[in-house]
């Protein structure tokens, strides 16, 4: 078997200079599981590909007993973003730690509201979670959570005829990231379809 044809059997995909500048940026802080939802890409290709960069995870900050202090006598009543601040961690890790210990946050009603449910289902099939989550004001974990109640999943919508021909006709002529922006797709999915289609560029 062809190379090319292995590495399009494994769903690979060639890295930007864009691509790696965003890798290098989450990398430290963003679960590798998110960042493959947001790019599109693999986790194995992800990690392996950090690997080559030398990336690292931040290392895992254990709760000291001042920052369990901090948290329980300010999450009730404060913002969890602030707290998450003066703590610094993330917003999602005063929440996972907060939901353990059995803390309620009065600025965050426990109910989801019709109002609230009705915005997820409108984002959910073209944001990611994590957009999603600063837009309703939930956790990253509970907009997850209330996704898959509500029987959401995500998936790509087919592309229609008039979009693969669109794409055939700008490819030779354009990036890759301008034809995303025409066509309405994300630049990651623009770039899986190319390399599916085997898409060549014009010779100069």
Not at 41 to 56: D, Q, S, V
Not at 102 to 110: E, H, M, S, T
């Amino acid at each position: 078997m062809k190379k090319a044809e292995l590495q399009k059997k494994a769903g690979w995909l060639s890295w930007s200079e864009d691509d790696i500048k965003l890798l290098k940026r989450l990398y430290r802080k963003v679960k590798t599981r998110e960042i493959a939802e947001q790019t599109g890409r693999t986790i194995n290709a992800l990690r392996e590909k950090a690997r080559t960069l030398g990336l690292r995870k931040k290392a895992y900050r254990l709760w000291s007993d001042k920052d369990l202090d901090i948290l329980t006598k300010l999450y009730p009543t404060e913002k969890r973003e602030v707290i998450a601040k003066k703590l610094g961690r993330s917003t999602d890790s005063v929440v996972k730690k907060a939901r353990t210990l059995g803390l309620i946050n009065q600025n965050v009603p426990a109910q989801w509201s019709k109002q609230e449910e009705a915005l997820v289902k409108k984002l959910y099939l073209h944001k990611n979670c994590r957009e999603i989550a600063e837009q309703v004001g939930r956790s990253l974990q509970a907009i997850r959570m209330r996704a898959w109640g509500l029987g959401l999943r995500k998936s790509a919508p087919s592309w229609s005829k008039k979009e693969l021909s669109l794409l055939r006709r700008l490819y030779p002529l354009r990036t890759a990231e301008q034809i995303a922006q025409q066509i309405g797709r994300p630049v990651q999915a623009t770039r899986a379809k190319i390399f599916k289609l085997g898409l060549k560029k014009r010779k100069a």
